[in-house]
């Protein structure tokens, strides 16, 4: 183990000394495990697709060609086999009922669908409590902007939902105990993002190909985020619904990003000393290469249930 983790540091290095433009999505990967790619390989494959429920008012399915003379509509409380997400719809089976069009599989506009936590196996949902939350930047349209200038405008998620593995929840929630305890009630963590589908990274990736900023998955090699296996968490502090000052934003590719960043004035660098704390005291690895950007050990398995 202790190679793969001089191998990481190693990767690490490398890209900051080669990369004068910071952010290191690329650098978030965790250690390749090529040994083992069955392992990994075989249960994203079988988890990919979750149950949801359509809900009031029905749901209108297209077809993979969003024809759009080839529709049908579906009752309220129809059940849905969910796929990925992607502009605005998600994909699934065709109802037998549906014969407006032949292709097997079809999509269906995201809001129409509900789904529950407990379709997320492995998984347990973070919700917004009174210290903390939920405010996924990816299921938003400003998504890898740097100086006002967004690469992707569309969201990646169609749902504000944080989910991780278990203990990583719980780790979460003790770290913005700690928070307040520290700076008092007025203050929250903030979940930017937690659980991220295997396909979004490799959506990133498709919208994004420079990896300089984007992470490539590579499912045969195993090579994945640990945000794919619920391991990571991107998080800042708010205080009266407002983010703090840490001197770069969320995702912004510059070299501010990076922990010991230079140029930052004293608040922003007691801001990331602040959050770095309370998740260390909560059990957390830090990122130099991510202020936002905090991991838990060991590597479960990456999935691919859609959000
Ligand atoms: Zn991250």
Not at 227 to 243: C, F, L, M, P, Y
């Amino acid at each position: 183990m202790k190679t793969k983790i001089f191998a990481l540091r190693a990767l690490h290095a490398v890209s900051f000394t080669a990369l004068a433009l910071a952010a290191c999505q690329a650098s978030e990967n965790d250690e390749a495990e090529s040994s083992d790619t069955t392992d990994v390989f075989n249960p994203i494959e079988r988890s990919s697709t979750i149950e949801g429920t359509v809900g009031a008012g029905g749901a209108e399915l297209r077809d993979m060609l969003f024809n759009p003379k080839a529709k049908c509509t579906v009752p309220a409380g129809t059940k849905l086999a969910i796929g990925k997400f992607q502009d605005g719809f998600y994909k699934t089976t065709r109802p037998a009922s549906c014969t407006a069009f032949g292709d097997e599989a079809a999509w269906v506009f995201a809001r129409s669908v509900s789904i529950p936590s407990s379709s997320y196996r492995g998984l347990v949902e973070v919700r917004t409590n009174t210290s903390l939350a939920v405010n996924m930047n990816y299921a938003g349209n400003k998504i890898f902007c740097t100086f006002g200038k967004c690469l992707i405008t569309s969201p990646l998620y169609a749902q504000n939902r944080c989910f991780l593995r278990d203990t990583v929840a719980r780790a979460l929630n003790t770290a913005a105990f700690f928070l307040q305890r520290d700076i008092g009630a007025s203050a929250k963590l903030r979940a930017l993002d937690c659980y991220r589908p295997a396909y979004v990274q490799e959506r990133m990736w498709a919208l994004v190909p420079n990896p300089t900023w984007v992470a490539r998955l590579d499912r045969r090699a195993g090579n994945y985020s640990k945000h794919n296996r619920g391991h990571a968490i991107d998080v800042s502090i708010e205080k009266g619904g407002t983010q703090l000052d840490f001197g770069s934003q969320f995702d912004e590719f510059t070299r501010r990003s990076a922990y010991g960043a230079e140029g930052l004035t004293d608040t922003q660098r007691a801001n990331r000393e602040l959050l770095r704390s309370v998740m260390e005291r909560a059990g957390f690895a830090p990122y130099d290469g991510e202020w936002w950007h905090f991991s838990w050990q060991g590597s479960p398995a990456p999935l691919d249930l859609p959000l």
